[in-house]
């Protein structure tokens, strides 16, 4: 068993298990919104107020870390000089800090003009909440400039709590501070502002701990440093990219909107069910890769970063597959079991549960993505995944505009959906111009591996459709929680139990490995 798939699986599952909490708090952080705030003018004043700052976190703090910052970083790491390492760090602290003051200063100012470009009904009490969130920002970019300095030494837990406690205090304080806020919006805007704090704050002392120390410098010092440009040429295209995955997801909605009542928020459910997934696995293990492939990049250990890079593959497709089989099954058993209330209705649950049947066999492309594009910034390569990711922004909206009147909202979600197998080809394709990089030789692999899961999870499946009407007759009438939840539990068990025995008696090596670590870990 390799190092490298011991070290992916060890740093993997411990982040995953820390991200699933932080996926769930995140659901119960709009559970808790749906019951103070409904679907009422105040609500829509607070999701957008909230999304202004978020947009610019996605644009800049979040895509700049893993594109730029640590591969940049590892540089400095693999040449051990303490002195040029803090000289490093003090100047992408004094030009973050420096920018980010300046875009919460200018989005305050001018809050009142972009605010209104979003038609809402409660103009005045938007524009208070925004200027009250957008220091969020600032925030969470220091969080992720320490959470590139920790995983770049393979520290994952960390960034992994951070936003666990962001949702646990923005649940907190929406109803402990309601009694003294003018309204429950301003309460979760206030946990907001104090959970990006925390996330910040929590991750410091780890940085310390670990022996980096950094100062702030001149402002022209900072732009000066060799390293400070250079992550500013790696982020550049990553911006672009980002800011069309964004208006993607605008003309997405407005073509949703267009195509009846309820499909817009039919697809949000679905696809916070997708996401559910791809933060708990697929996010996780393409943090913990980056580093690692980083390092392997910088110092031409192409073997090894193709054997990592292999091993990651193979690992999305062990768990996207089966879920992808399970899911499409058990969809409106589990659609039922989280989101059907009086409001949620048999027209809710249909409408999501068509879109949910076309976003979850794009799962497994969308998740091979989270992977590939780690690969291309491991070798200061931010261009090529921009171009794929424009590229496929294009297929996307050719393909919605196309879709959605004959198939609605199941249209929209098909396209995304195609759109990510063809990202994922892109990806492949452009991975090709470096001659260390065997694309080859990991696409035979990973198309044969994802085969031989595709027949495994049919086969599980079997038992699963038989069983499962059986229980769903018998818990009948029982409550949601029982009528639902008990089926899909027991269902789940086998469709699980199944798939382990047919890949353990096969002697599959990526089940063979995890198990082994596992079992290593467990007798630690």
């Not at 206030?190 to 990006?196: A, E, K, N, T």
């Not at 009542?261 to 997708?274: A, K």
């Not at 492939?293 to 062990?318: C, F, G, P, Q, V």
């Not at 049947?357 to 995944?385: C, D, E, V, W």
Request: hydrophobic content about 55%.
């Amino acid at each position: 068993m390799s190092s490298s798939l011991r070290s992916l699986v060890r740093h993997g599952s411990s982040l995953s298990l820390l991200t699933l909490v932080s996926r769930v708090l995140g659901l119960v952080r709009e559970m808790t919104k749906a019951a103070l705030l409904g679907t009422s003018a105040l609500s829509d004043a607070f999701s957008v107020a909230f999304l202004i700052p978020n947009l610019f976190r996605r644009l800049f703090a979040e895509g700049s870390i893993s594109v730029a910052f640590i591969p940049t970083f590892k540089e400095y790491l693999l040449e051990n000089d303490r002195d040029r390492i803090r000289e490093f760090l003090s100047c992408i602290c004094t030009f973050l800090t420096f920018f980010v003051t300046l875009a919460v200063m200018a989005g305050i100012l001018l809050t009142p003009l972009l605010v209104p470009v979003f038609g809402i009904e409660a103009l005045d009490e938007t524009i208070l909440l925004t200027r009250l969130m957008f220091p969020f920002l600032a925030f969470i970019s220091l969080a992720a400039f320490f959470q590139g300095i920790l995983n770049s030494v393979r520290i994952f837990a960390p960034s992994g709590l951070a936003p666990i406690l962001l949702n646990l205090v923005t649940i907190l304080c929406a109803y402990g501070l309601r009694p003294v806020t003018a309204n429950p919006a301003r309460a979760m805007a206030v946990g907001i502002l104090l959970g990006g704090f925390l996330e910040a704050a929590v991750q410091l002392p780890f940085v310390l701990k670990k022996g980096f120390r950094f100062f702030f410098t001149s402002l022209k010092r900072a732009i000066q440093n060799p390293g400070t440009r250079a992550v500013l040429r790696l982020v550049g295209p990553t911006v672009i990219g980002m800011a069309a995955y964004q208006l993607n997801d605008l003309v997405s909605t407005a073509l949703a909107g267009n195509a009846g009542e309820g499909v817009v928020s039919s697809l949000q459910y679905s696809l916070r069910l997708q996401e559910l997934i791809l933060g708990v696995f697929a996010v996780s293990i393409g943090t913990v890769l980056l580093p690692d492939l980083a390092e392997d990049a910088k110092t031409a250990r192409w073997e090894s970063y193709n054997h990592r890079l292999l091993s990651a593959m193979d690992i999305i497709a062990l768990v996207t597959i089966p879920v992808t089989f399970f899911s499409l099954a058990q969809g409106e058993a589990l659609i039922r079991l989280l989101f059907q209330t009086r409001s949620f209705d048999e027209e809710s649950v249909r409408l999501t549960r068509a879109a949910f049947t076309f976003h979850m066999p794009g799962l497994f492309f969308i998740a091979l993505n989270r992977i590939l594009a780690p690969a291309f910034y491991a070798q200061s390569n931010s261009k090529s995944p921009t171009l794929a990711g424009l590229l496929s922004f294009g297929v996307n909206i050719i393909l919605a505009a196309i879709l959605a009147e004959p198939l609605k909202g199941s249209g929209i979600a098909l396209a995304l959906s195609l759109a990510g197998a063809v990202n994922t080809a892109l990806l492949l394709f452009f991975l090709r111009r470096n001659p260390h990089i065997a694309v080859g030789r990991a696409l035979r692999s990973a198309l044969a591996y994802a085969l031989k899961l595709v027949l495994f999870s049919g086969a599980a499946l079997v038992p699963v459709l038989w069983v499962s009407p059986r229980l769903t007759a018998l818990f009948s009438g029982h409550g949601r929680l029982a009528a639902q939840g008990i089926p899909l539990a027991v269902s789940l068990a086998l469709f699980v139990m199944v798939g382990i025995f047919l890949l353990i008696i096969t002697g599959d090596r990526q089940a063979r490995a995890i198990i082994n670590i596992f079992r290593r870990r467990s007798t630690l």
